[in-house]
């Protein structure tokens, strides 16, 4: 087990609604990073968060947003839910820098119908 | 761009044989290398990394990883597959140039298959 904890493990949303997803990163690490992955595809990054602050975005929009605490505990919401929103939801924490491996919790899988 | 390829979306290999999973990365700074491997309904499970130093990588469970410059390429291999190898494996590529942001650029997956 890496550590990395997230919460819930699955959840049932209705288009249109908002949904708040959480995560625990592992002891030590002061980055988290969030990633959608749809079926079938490979991971792709939504953004990091580097001591409380955004520190890096990937090609979603503003509708995605998220959270770092004091702690290094992190939240992704999501608003306006689409169908297309429908995927594993993956948290990762890291040490700083471009050289240290991500730890990934086990993942929230989002159904939007 | 940024992106990294795995050419094959399955590879079958019979148990005790050796395994290669492919990879082929692009980046505009210095590539850092990463294998994962995710097991159904889990999050990814890291294996091993390439940062700089000795082209040949070891990390858990036995696999190994070799790193070629010129062939841009970094696949992962084990000399002798296990069933419970059987799992999805990502190859994934952070851009040394992309300062201190984490991103990580993943291939689509290939999906190992080690019958007995």
């Known amino acids: 087990e890496t550590g990395v904890t997230q919460s819930p493990t699955h959840l049932i949303k209705t288009r249109g609604q908002q949904v708040t997803l959480r995560c625990s990163s592992q002891?030590?690490?002061?980055?988290v990073s969030w990633y959608q992955q749809a079926l079938g595809q490979g991971p792709q990054f939504i953004f990091q968060?580097?001591?409380?602050?955004?520190?890096g975005r990937g090609n979603f929009p503003p509708r995605f947003s998220g959270l770092q605490f004091p702690n290094y505990s992190s939240e992704l919401n999501v608003n306006a839910l689409e169908l297309d929103d429908s995927a594993l939801y993956l948290c990762?924490?890291?040490?700083?820098?471009?050289?240290?491996?991500?730890?990934f919790g086990q993942g929230t899988r989002l159904t939007v119908v | 761009a940024q992106s990294v390829a795995q050419p094959e979306d399955q590879v079958n290999v019979a148990e005790g044989n050796p395994l290669t999973v492919k990879c082929t990365y692009s980046?505009?700074?210095?590539?850092?290398l990463f294998w994962y491997v995710q097991y159904p309904n889990r999050g990814l499970q890291f294996l091993l990394k390439?940062?700089?130093?000795?082209?040949l990588v070891k990390g858990s469970y036995g696999f190994e990883a070799e790193f070629n410059k010129s062939q841009t390429s970094f696949h992962l291999k084990k000399p002798s597959a296990l069933v419970s190898d059987s799992a999805l494996y990502f190859c994934?590529?952070?851009?040394?140039?992309?300062?201190?942001?984490?991103?990580?650029?993943f291939g689509q997956g290939t999906t190992l298959q080690v019958k007995p």
């Open positions: 994934a590529v952070r851009d040394g140039s992309s300062g201190n942001t984490g991103k990580l650029i």
């Open positions: 990762a924490s890291s040490a700083a820098g471009v050289s240290t491996e991500a730890f």
């Open positions: 002891s030590g690490h002061n980055t």
């Open positions: 968060y580097y001591r409380e602050e955004e520190n």
């Open positions: 980046v505009s700074g210095n590539p850092y």
């Open positions: 390439y940062i700089t130093g000795d082209n």
